[in-house]
């Protein structure tokens, strides 16, 4: 999906932006990481849910995930107009043009972790429109993760392998990555 391609001047540099595909700890990280940073939380699905007024798996059946997407984009787009988030980015956000461009200026981390940990974590959910049907929830994800990790790469200052740790190690690990004027800004 291709949008306006011109450089969009009300995009901040202020956020840190969760990537990574479903099951990767966007939020469980998210959520801690803006504690520990002062910085606000947001849940972008969840924003997205609440804009159209249903949930996720709804808005994929009744409308289709063209409406999802553009909803998806102009959610990013408005939070990345302010600063002081930690923004947990739906698994699909790099497919959208315009988001690259949004994500690239922020502070983006993909939290990286296997097909088969992915598929462990996420259990069988019913709820994931893009798992529907799979056989195997393993060999959908690694398919999806070959279209999107170079996406993933593209758009991300810092990616974090996720495999073995516990929330409270990953959240210490990424402190540790993030730019000092983040991670300890001037009194
Ligand atoms: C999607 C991932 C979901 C949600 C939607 C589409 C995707 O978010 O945005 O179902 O395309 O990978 P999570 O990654 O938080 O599960």
Redesign the pocket.
Known sequence: MDYASHTDHSITAGNICLI?????G??TIGLLLGQRLGYTFVD??GE?STSMGRP??EI?EQLG?EK?REE?RSQLRRFCQQEKQVI??????V?TADNLEYLRRQTTVYLKASPETLARR?GPDKE???LKGAVSVAQRLAT?LRE?EPLYRDCAKITLSTEGKDPDTLVRELLAQLPAEISSPAP
Not at 20 to 24: F, T
Not at 88 to 93: K, L, S, W
Request: aromatic share 6%.
């Open positions: 990574g595909l479903m099951g990767s966007k939020s972008l699905d997205i996720i798996r994929f995930e999802f998806e947990a980015c739906g698994g699909g956000v497919v996420v994931r429109p893009l999806i999107r």
